[in-house]
């Protein structure tokens, strides 16, 4: 049997999403993930900044950085003896990146850099934990309600009400956890109460203003994204910002590397696998494997020129994440990591290489942190970020940098020239990619593995990662729950977990003869986290909990594949029109139509997986229709 039994017992892990909560064990951080992930905000204005919280019976918040998941997400907060740790040292955050809300606040842990975070999709007695502040487990989300508590100012007591409670909500204890309950907050009592034991410190800087989008971690309302015309810049920041760069190598995570940076092959390029060159003569060069294990936050040095691989780079007027005219994407033509620039991280390390379109999986559309300035000369041209302006690439000590500059005249030393090879390899127009329903056409990262036929190979699942990706949504109306869906002549869809990536992600649906495993189990679902759209239906996994997804990005034979529900493969999407299939409520003899992509029906192709292929959706071939039950 293909899925064998340390398989499923890694899958098992994200049935914990909906069991009561517990103390875990989970010891082996990624320290790369986590400095992405968990960020302090320098800019905030504090409250109060290390303080211990304690409970109505005197007991102290505390955390241990281990009992989450590789990240530091997902930790739950204890109810222990105050003994002054670092564990159990709390800031209160007014405002800053995260909080834009006036009269809310942060409670973050001075330890992990990690916000205290209510998420009502969750498990009962699992739905309190640290999440990294804005909402997205990369670290890449901006201000999202299932943070911000109700503060008045004060040391207390006082509730904690979590703004996506309605204001029926108080955080309170259970078993020696911080839990949820139903409350009045004008009358709460006893364990919904809480006191800062400490002196409030006064602001530690002055707080920009946060971004307008609400990356919402916990609600159900579809995510829109915006386009670069009108972001705030960007990729994702981290704790360990040094002044200067040092170049040290970590390992990659292959699976993780190919969803990040990934080519986009319509895109159009004004040069190709070029050299870019400083004003003295040297070459930029990016070397794969000195960012993190996805590839991301590589620096970019500059160096004697050496015709390498390093040292080519493509420049994008146009494609999936670039749609502004007169602008240019650099892209390492070794890393496919756009060269992106982020204000927000410390001096001396702010330009460096993320995942194109800004989001560290590689599910960002477009942002103008690294939309760079771009009339066409390849000859003597500025590099000019267009998040931030008056503000020029130069090279620092043998790295790429930022300066303040004219950008009408800018100083010798600002310009650069690109030779090689040059030329559009693509005439596509470019789409915008956005992560709501109904009005998209694209949904999860493509890989560059993409393959025109399958063969079924097994990964290493990270059992955390999968816990975070593949969530069963228990809120959801399912038309039919854990039934085979069959083919026209009677074999059964199954997925094998395990056989896409890391998370379960991409995981390739078969044709195969029936045998009632679990495999073979379907949910249909009508409503739910996911699905907003009538008549429409998610296709998922009953043991994966994936949903089904057709992605016309990618490779034909490697489009129809199982993804994170919600369309992000971190699990923290909303509603993507490629997980949604048109159903009128038969179970019989029904074309698996995605609303994504008119005229176009799934069926089994000539390898035994499920394919998509053209249609007269209102009368499809037998070949295209499907039994439920």
Known sequence: MRASTTLLTLLGASASIAAPIMRRTFTVLDPAATAEAQVRDNTATRAFSAVPIKTSSGLCLSVDPNSGDFRENLTPVSTVECNGSANQTWDVITAGVHNNVPGQ?????????????????????????????????????????????????????????????????????????????????????????????????????????????????????????????????AATTTTAAAQSVSLTTVTLVATAVAEAQVRDDTATRAASATAIKTSDGQCLQAISGTGDFRNNLVPVEVAACDGSAEQQWDIITAGVHNNVPGTALIVSSSIEGCLNFDPRRAAGNQVLLFSCGGRADGGGSVTNSQLFTFNGDLTNFALEPTNQAGTCLVNNNGFLDQTSCNTASPDASQLFSASGSSGSDAAVSATTAVDIAVTTTAAPSATTEAASTFSLTTVTLV??????????????????????????????????????????????????????????????????????????????STLIEGCLNFDPRRAPGNQVLLFSCGGRGDGGGSVTNSQLFTFGGSLDNIALAPTNQAGTCLDVNSNGFLDQSSCNTASPASTQQFTIG
């Open 105 to 233: 606040a942060l409670i973050v842990s001075a330890l992990t850099q990690a916000c205290l975070n209510f998420d009502p999709r969750r498990a009962a007695g699992n739905q309190v934990l640290l999440f990294s502040c804005g909402g997205r487990a990369d670290g890449g989300g901006s201000v999202t309600n299932s943070q911000q508590f109700a503060f008045s100012g004060g040391a207390g007591p006082f509730p904690l009400v979590p703004l996506n409670g309605n204001n029926q909500t108080c955080i309170t204890v259970t078993n020696g956890l911080l839990d949820d309950t139903s409350c009045n907050p004008a009358t709460a009592s006893g364990n919904e109460l809480f006191t800062i034991d400490g002196s409030g410190s006064s602001s530690d800087a002055s707080s920009t203003d946060a971004a307008s989008t609400t990356d919402v971690a916990s609600t159900t309302d579809a995510v829109s994204t915006t386009d670069a015309a009108t972001t705030t810049a």
């Open 463 to 540: 059992p955390t990662a999968v816990a975070e990706a593949q969530v069963r949504d228990n809120t959801a109306t399912r038309a039919a729950s854990a039934a085979a869906i069959k083919t026209s002549n009677g074999q059964c869809l199954q997925a094998i977990p395990g056989t896409g990536d890391f998370r379960n992600n991409l995981v390739p649906v078969e044709a195969a003869d029936c045998n009632g495993s679990a495999e073979q189990q379907w949910d249909v679902i009508t409503a739910g986290v996911h699905n907003n759209v009538p008549g429409t239906a998610l296709i998922v």
